[in-house]
């Protein structure tokens, strides 16, 4: 049943009906799924996923205590990886 409604909005209540319709189109985007591709973070990126300052990141990577790589000098870090490093409180990587 197709139904043609015509209504008159204030600029004011259009802003709002559009933001609603916007939040709730975020909120019902399905979930990622666990076996998606992995995503690469650079180093700004995984300090702000872990809430490190990037000083601190690159002290662990000199260190080996966390999981990275790097590719062609420019270091990466896999955003799976860094988030199981957290959940496992995992104090050293095998590199």
């Given amino acids: 049943m197709n139904a043609t409604f015509v209504t008159t909005l204030s ?3 259009l802003q709002e009906l559009i933001e609603s319709s916007v939040r709730n189109a975020v909120h019902l985007q399905p979930p990622r799924p666990d076996n ?7 180093t700004k990126e995984a300090a702000v996923l872990i ?3 990037v000083t601190s990141l690159y002290g662990l990577v000199k ?3 966390i999981p990275f790589c790097k590719v062609e000098g420019k270091l990466l870090f896999s955003r799976k990886k860094l988030l199981a490093w ?3 409180g995992q104090q050293a ?3």
């Fill in 11 to 13: 600029t004011q209540e």
């Fill in 36 to 42: 998606e591709d992995d995503t690469l973070l650079d």
């Fill in 51 to 53: 809430k490190y300052e």
């Fill in 63 to 65: 260190r080996k205590k």
């Fill in 86 to 88: 957290i959940s496992s």
């Fill in 93 to 95: 990587v095998a590199q």
